[in-house]
């Protein structure tokens, strides 16, 4: 697997919609805007397969690409976008919550944080939820370009404690340089069946 052969394959507004479960599924999450979508362009190398805005709220269903028929990539909405009307906001939050507790297919959870900000009760929760669920994932602390040295170091250090993980455990990604790309990329071909 070698993440050249991408593409989308569906987007899904009911639980009903999702596609047969015939490859492992990598699912992103993270807050609105935090960068879901340009990370998995990056991932794959495409400027523009996933779109992607300066304002929040851009991805609103749960979105499929097949990555050279071994695994499924699935773009969420992000989460804690405040302009969504609540009725949408909540039927999307049901969306994604019967997804990740119903997907018998899904193998890992890429929880991507931007590396500026501090945790949030929403991060904490997801992160809460997963290891109380036992599915794997991998923290993701995205557009590193934004930092440099000492103030890039200290986040990092605070959102590893908040999350008591260790460095060696989750990834710094920037979409914009590529750092990290190859790591994720490794990382998430070893879910190939
Ligand atoms: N400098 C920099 N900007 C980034 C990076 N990743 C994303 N961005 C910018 O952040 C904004 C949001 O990116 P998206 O990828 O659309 O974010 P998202 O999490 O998919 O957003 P929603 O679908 O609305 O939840 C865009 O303006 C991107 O260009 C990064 O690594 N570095
Ligand atoms: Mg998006």
Known sequence: MNFHNVSFL???????????????????AGRSNVGKSSLINRLVNRRSLVKTSSKPGKTQSLNFFDVDSCLYLVDLPGYGYAKVSMGVRSSWEKLITRYLE??????????IIDIRHTLKEYDRNLVGWLR?????FLPVYTKSDKLSGNKLARNAAELDAGLTINPADRILFSAKTGQGCEALQSLLASYEK
Not at 103 to 110: A, D, E, F, W
Not at 132 to 136: I, T
């Open 132 to 136: 109380n669920s036992g599915l794997s």
């Open 10 to 28: 569906k987007s899904v507004y009911k639980i009903g919609q999702l596609p047969e479960p015939i490859y492992p599924e990598i699912a992103f």
């Open 102 to 111: 119903e997907r018998q297919s899904l193998v890992c959870v890429v929880v």
